[in-house]
C-alpha cells in the first residue's frame, strides 16, 4: 500500500510539472522578426491614457497610426510635424524625418520602442519621457538585432537610448541628454545590456548619467563626445571592447573598467575628470587591457587601478600617453604588479604615481622609455636618454599617501621645507615607487589629438 502511495505521489507531481510547463509556454510569445531568440526581462510597460500626459501633445496625431499601416520592409517619410506617442515598432521599417519630424509621449512612459530587427530609426527627435527608473522610461528602447539608430535626437527623456540583447547594429551621430535632475538620478544616456558587436559612433551624450555596457561584448565607441555625466563610459562584465578617437570632458570619470578583460582604449582625450571620485581612467579587477596615444589632462586621477590585472600571467599595457597636470598621474592601489609602463609622457602633475599609502611596490610594475619633468640627471652621450635611471621615492610624499587629506598643504613652505630636509637627510630609507632603467631626457615630439 505504501508503494501505491508513492507511485501516486510521483504521478500526481509529473501531472503538476507538465500543466506549469505547458503554461508557461503558452504565454512565451515567438520574438519577432529579425530578432533571434531572447529573454523577456522587462519590466512590463504600463498604459498611460491620453488625458494622463501633458496637454502639449492633446491633438497630436499619434505616430502609431503610421507605423500601424506601413508594411514590413517599407520606408516612412512622414510630413513635418510633431506627432503623440508612445510608438511600438514590431516590423522590419525604415523612418526617415529629415530633421523635421518630432515624436512626444508627453512626460509619461517610453517615447519609442523596437522589437524587431532591420530597422532604421533616421532623422527624427524623441522626447518627453517619464521619469521612472522602474520601468526604465526612455526616449528609445531597442529590443532587436541588426538595426541602424542615426541622427536622432533625444533630449527630456530619463534614460536615452536603452539598448538590451542587441547586436550588430549602429548607433551613430545622435544627440542625447537626460532630463534636468539631480545628476544621480538621471538615466543612463545611452546603455548596453547584454549587446555585442555594436558600432557606437559619433554621438553626444551631453548633462546625462553615464554611458553603460554591462555584459556587452566587442563593441567599439569611436568619435563620441562626452560632457558633464557622471561615467563617460562604465564597462563591467563586458569583454574586448574598442574606445578610440572620443573625447571626454567635465565628467566625474572618464572610463572605467569593472571585471572585464581585454579591451583597447586608444587616441582619446579626457580631461576635467575632478571631484572627489575624479578619474580619467580606473580599472577594478580588470585584466588585458591596452590603454596608448591618449590625452589625459587636468584630471584629479588619471589612471587609477586596483588590483589590475588580475586574472594571472596577464598585463596591462600603457604606453605612448600623456599625463599633464593631474592631481594624480597614476595611484594604484592594492598592487598586484604586471602593469608595463612604456613611453609615456609625465608633466606637470602634483604627484607623479603614488601606491595608494603603500610603499616599496616599485618592483612590481615595469617602466621604459616614460618622459618625467622631474628627472633629474643627464644625457652626456645624447642619445636622448637619461644616463641615469629615473627612481622616484617617497619622502615627505608619505605623509599625504597616508593621509589624504594633507595633499591640501602640498605646495605649503612647510611642506616643501619638510620634503628638503627629508631628501637632505631622510631619517629612514625612503620607499621606492617605480624605478625607469631608461627614462626620456627630451619630452617626445606629438601631434596632439585634435
Not at 501531472?15 to 519590466?43: K, Y
Request: proline share 4%; charged share 25%.
Amino acid at each position: 500500500m505504501a508503494a501505491l502511495n508513492h507511485l501516486a505521489r510521483l504521478s500526481l507531481a509529473a501531472a503538476l510539472l507538465l500543466v506549469f510547463t505547458h503554461s508557461i509556454s503558452e504565454t512565451q510569445s515567438e520574438p519577432p522578426a529579425g530578432m533571434g531568440a531572447r529573454a523577456d526581462v522587462d519590466r512590463p510597460k504600463p498604459t498611460f491614457m491620453l488625458h494622463e500626459r501633458d496637454k502639449r501633445v492633446h491633438g497630436l496625431k499619434p505616430f502609431q497610426d503610421l507605423v500601424d499601416k506601413a508594411a514590413p520592409g517599407s520606408v516612412i517619410k512622414p510630413p513635418p510635424g510633431t506627432y503623440a506617442g508612445p510608438v511600438i515598432i514590431n516590423k522590419p521599417l525604415t523612418i526617415e524625418g529629415g530633421g523635421q519630424v518630432t515624436i512626444d509621449a508627453g512626460d509619461r512612459g517610453t517615447v519609442m520602442m523596437i522589437n524587431a530587427g532591420n530597422t532604421t530609426i533616421r532623422g527624427v527627435r524623441l522626447t518627453g519621457s517619464g521619469d521612472s527608473h522602474d520601468t526604465d522610461d526612455s526616449c528609445l528602447d531597442v529590443r532587436g538585432n541588426d538595426n541602424v539608430i542615426e541622427n536622432v535626437v533625444a533630449d527630456n527623456c530619463l534614460f536615452g537610448i536603452d539598448l538590451k540583447q542587441v547586436n550588430r547594429s549602429t548607433i551613430k551621430n545622435n544627440r542625447i541628454s537626460s532630463k534636468d535632475r539631480e545628476l544621480g538620478v538621471r538615466g543612463d544616456g545611452l546603455r548596453l545590456w547584454y549587446s555585442s558587436d555594436n558600432l557606437v559612433e559619433g554621438n553626444q551624450v551631453i548633462d546625462s548619467r553615464d554611458m553603460v555596457a554591462w555584459y556587452s561584448h566587442r563593441n567599439t565607441y569611436r568619435d563620441n563626445i562626452g560632457k558633464r555625466s557622471r561615467y563617460s563610459i562604465h564597462f563591467m562584465f563586458a569583454n574586448d571592447n574598442v574606445v578610440e578617437g572620443n573625447k571626454f570632458y567635465d565628467n566625474a570619470v572618464g572610463i572605467y573598467f569593472m571585471y572585464t578583460e581585454g579591451g583597447v582604449v586608444r587616441n582619446n582625450v579626457i580631461s576635467h575628470a575632478t571631484g572627489a571620485a575624479g578619474m580619467g581612467i580606473g580599472f577594478k579587477e580588470a585584466s588585458g587591457t591596452v590603454i596608448e596615444n591618449n590625452e589625459i589632462i587636468y584630471c584629479a586621477i588619471g589612471i587609477g587601478s586596483d588590483l589590475s590585472p588580475f586574472q594571472p600571467d596577464s598585463t596591462i599595457e600603457i604606453r605612448h600617453n600623456r599625463f599633464a597636470f593631474n592631481g594624480i598621474g597614476i595611484q594604484f592601489n592594492s598592487e598586484t604588479g604586471g602593469n608595463r609602463l612604456i613611453d609615456n609622457v609625465f608633466e606637470g602633475n602634483l604627484t607623479q604615481v603614488t601606491y595608494g599609502g603603500r610603499g616599496n611596490e616599485g618592483g612590481k610594475n615595469f617602466w621604459e622609455g616614460n618622459f618625467w619633468d622631474d628627472y633629474q640627471g643627464f644625457d652626456r652621450n645624447g642619445d636622448g636618454y637619461g644616463d641615469n635611471p629615473h627612481e622616484l621615492l617617497s619622502y615627505a610624499d608619505q605623509i599625504w599617501m597616508e593621509l589624504p587629506i594633507a595633499r591640501f598643504f602640498r605646495s605649503s613652505p612647510v611642506m616643501e621645507l619638510l620634503d628638503f630636509l627629508e631628501r637632505l637627510a631622510p631619517f629612514s630609507t625612503p620607499d621606492l615607487i617605480l624605478r625607469d632603467e631608461k627614462p626620456r631626457f627630451v619630452k617626445p615630439t606629438k601631434v596632439a589629438i585634435s
